[in-house]
């Protein structure tokens, strides 16, 4: 990184949190996205200010959440199925107002939501659109490869309605090369594309399927799943890291790589990812330090978690940009989306500026049997220079499972 650029990045990290509003008891909150995050900053403003009129926008009718998603996808042992909660039903328990529409635009000076149920007024505006995957960084810009793609070779790294289809594709695998590519940093949820790839290989071993699971990795492989992968399943796994896709041939089942042109019999994709939805055309993404172009994620502040352009708009979940110069971005993970809610949903409450440090807990399986785990704990502090500085421990869990069942139910039991 260039002195100049240094020093403009800590500029911006150390500048005075924007003026927020003060908390209005009449005031009308906007959430456009009900993941995680949107819905504890519904759950938690219901709570810490009863008085404001919360409105909970999402073009979905409920909630879908598949936190066994990996080991449902190869029938290992009592995995979940995914849980599913009306929006509806939880707006009305929880005691605010749901919106099934499409989020269109954003007026910010009128600060106004167009939706496709009508135009709705705002005092704060809540955005958490989740995620959105850029094929075009393959050079995939056609409307009908892109359907392609999505419908028959998707990794299922977005969607938990995109799962039953992965796995009917998984079952139908007699056998041959099958390729599963890790998209480059940052993207949701680190280490599920190992965990997937690790469990994807007990399933090859312990099925006997003459297949071998290729890894196509940009990335520096996870240290958790070092030993698992590389030694424990040899035998099943090719894994090329530093590997970036260039180009996908559909006709010829091929990818083109930083390392090889690799052919495949069945595939698990996933590309660059990015922001979804209202961050762009409302003029909320973050500029790259370099060229000044959009990076393709929010410009969120990053003890605040409003906007760094509009004080009225606070960017939460996945969708948010680059906090520190040091790590980069936030996890984009369910535990930091579901607290960046909650903090926000106390800034909207309170008016104040305050300093709350986000931390993440994620709980992962590197054995599938005999069963074992990981615990990742995150945490964050401001170093002396006035950089955001991130944290990370580990420790092994001898039951994993019932681990991640318990973190998941609490988490649930805040929102839903």
Not at 145 to 162: I, K, P, W
Not at 192 to 198: F, G
Request: proline share 8%; with cysteine.
């Amino acid at each position: 990184m260039t002195d100049p650029t240094r020093r403009l990045l800590l500029a911006a990290m150390l500048a005075p949190l924007l003026p927020l509003p003060a908390a209005a008891s009449g005031g009308r909150v906007l959430i456009v996205g009900g993941g995680w995050g949107g819905l504890s900053a519904a759950a938690q403003l219901r709570r810490l200010a009863p008085a404001l009129s919360v409105t909970l926008v999402d073009r979905q009718p409920a909630f879908v959440s598949f936190a066994d998603s990996n080991r449902w996808l190869v029938d290992h042992e009592g995995a979940a199925p995914p849980l599913r909660r009306d929006y509806a039903a939880v707006a009305a328990a929880r005691g605010y107002r749901f919106v099934q529409a499409e989020a269109l635009a954003v007026d910010r000076t009128a600060r106004r939501l167009e939706t496709s149920a009508g135009s709705l007024p705002y005092d704060w505006l809540v955005v958490a659109p989740g995620i959105a995957e850029d094929w075009s960084a393959w050079g995939v810009d056609e409307t009908l490869t892109v359907d392609r793609l999505q419908r028959e070779f998707s990794g299922g790294m977005l969607h938990a309605a995109a799962l039953p289809a992965l796995k009917a594709r998984l079952q139908a695998f007699t056998g041959g090369d099958l390729v599963l590519t890790v998209p480059p940093l940052p993207y949701r949820c680190p280490p599920a594309p190992y965990e997937r790839a690790l469990l994807i290989a007990w399933w090859l071993k312990t099925r006997r399927i003459p297949g071998r699971l290729v890894i196509v990795d940009p990335n520096p492989l996870m240290p958790a799943f070092r030993k698992p992968l590389l030694d424990d399943f040899r035998d099943q796994v090719s894994y090329l890291d530093h590997a970036r896709v260039r180009s996908i041939d559909l006709e010829r089942r091929s990818l083109a790589t930083d390392v090889d042109d690799i052919r495949f019999d069945l595939a698990l994709l996933a590309p660059p990812q990015r922001a979804a939805g209202l961050l762009g055309p409302a003029g909320l993404l973050r500029a790259d330090a370099n060229d000044g172009r959009p990076d393709g994620w929010g410009a969120q502040d990053a003890l605040g978690l409003h906007s760094r352009i509009d004080p009225n708009v606070f960017i939460i979940g996945d969708a948010a940009g680059v906090v520190s110069p040091l790590f980069g971005h936030y996890p984009k993970t369910g535990h930091v989306a579901a607290a960046m809610g909650a903090i926000v949903a106390a800034r909207i409450a309170g008016g104040g500026d305050g300093e709350q440090l986000l931390a993440s807990v994620c709980h992962l399986l590197t054995s599938p049997a005999p069963l074992q785990g990981t615990r990742l704990d995150v945490r964050y502090r401001r170093r002396g220079d006035g950089f955001l500085m991130q944290e990370n421990g580990q420790a092994r869990q001898a039951d994993p499972l019932a681990a991640a069942a318990a973190w998941a139910a609490a988490h649930y039991a805040a929102f839903l």
